[in-house]
């Protein structure tokens, strides 16, 4: 008997100390490469784009991949990717933390153009205004002291 499931998740992180670090003009092979990461673990790649400080992927993820996991393994890889690619100099890291929100499979296009039209998106609200929103629209409690660190 298979076993079936359906794990939509948005995943935002961003780079440390959200410092503008991510060349958009290298935005296509640090995608690809993020995509390569999660072909890799079994999941599924719906859409991914970001800004020069935070990235967004929606994916659904494989039964058996903690999600913990799963963004640490991403994070990771890209990490030592991006400081050996050379395609952006100043990047030093991803921040320690990340949100994760499941969806329903029915919000999966809304999601999609969401998350393509990031650059229209931040001409009229910052990251940090919009991480704040997605974390209240999810009824998750801000601790300042840890708030995008």
């Not at 959200?18 to 995608?31: D, I, S, V, Y």
């Not at 999941?43 to 990235?55: A, F, T, W």
Request: charged residues 25%.
């Amino acid at each position: 008997m298979s076993s079936y499931r359906q794990i939509l998740y948005q995943i935002v992180f961003c780079t440390k100390h959200r410092q503008k670090t991510l060349n958009p003009e290298h935005n296509e092979e640090l995608f690809k490469y993020i995509w390569g990461i999660i072909k890799n673990r079994n999941c599924h790649l719906y859409r991914i784009n970001g800004m020069e400080e935070h990235v967004h992927i929606l994916s659904d993820t494989h039964p058996s991949i903690a999600l913990a996991d799963f963004v640490r393994d991403i994070k990771t890889a890209t990490s030592i990717w991006l400081k050996e690619s050379g395609f952006c100099p100043d990047f030093i890291g991803w921040a320690d933390g990340y949100a994760a929100f499941t969806y329903s499979y029915w919000d999966k296009d809304m999601l999609i153009n969401y998350i393509i039209n990031q650059q229209q998106h931040h001409q009229k609200e910052s990251f940090e205004d919009e991480y704040r929103r997605l974390l209240n629209e999810h009824g998750v409690t801000i601790d300042e002291r840890y708030f995008l660190r």
